[in-house]
Nanobody
Framework: QVQLVESGGGLVQAGGSLRLSCAASGRTFSNYAMGWFRQAPGKEREFVAAISVSGGNTYYTDSVKGRFAISRDNAKNTVYLQMNSLKPEDTAVYYC??????????????????WGQGTQVTVSS
């Protein structure tokens, strides 16, 4: 089992920044690729970003490229999502998730075995 706890969400004006954190406990954090997903009201959960076990590879959905940055600190068992130039359409509950894949970064929710409880991000216009 891997337990994931997100933090850092909140209310921010358009153009502002937030940094989300996801702290992991349980099984070895560095064995898992990590992803961030988000879910807006009335919409399906969607992929945002993923990072490989070493942190050397990252992948983003097109709508956040150049604005968001995913990173991880394996010594602290934590993955981060730095969000800059936020837009109202970024408003959602943000979830971190753990994927046992060590060979590729995946975007489908079904590949991720463990999920956090989510943190709300609200961007006002």
């Amino acid at each position: 089992q891997v337990q994931l706890v997100e933090s850092g969400g909140g209310l921010v004006q358009a153009g502002g920044s937030l940094r989300l954190s996801c702290a992991a406990s349980g099984r070895t954090f560095s064995n898992y690729a990590m992803g961030w997903f988000r879910q807006a009201p009335g919409k399906e959960r969607e992929f945002v970003a993923a990072i490989s076990v070493s942190g050397g590879n990252t992948y983003y959905t097109d709508s956040v490229k150049g604005r968001f940055a995913i990173s991880r600190d394996n010594a602290k068992n934590t993955v981060y999502l730095q969000m800059n130039s936020l837009k109202p359409e970024d408003t959602a509950v943000y979830y971190c998730a753990a994927d046992p894949s060590r060979s590729r970064l995946r975007t489908g929710t079904a590949w991720y075995d463990y999920w956090g409880q989510g943190t709300q991000v609200t961007v006002s216009s």
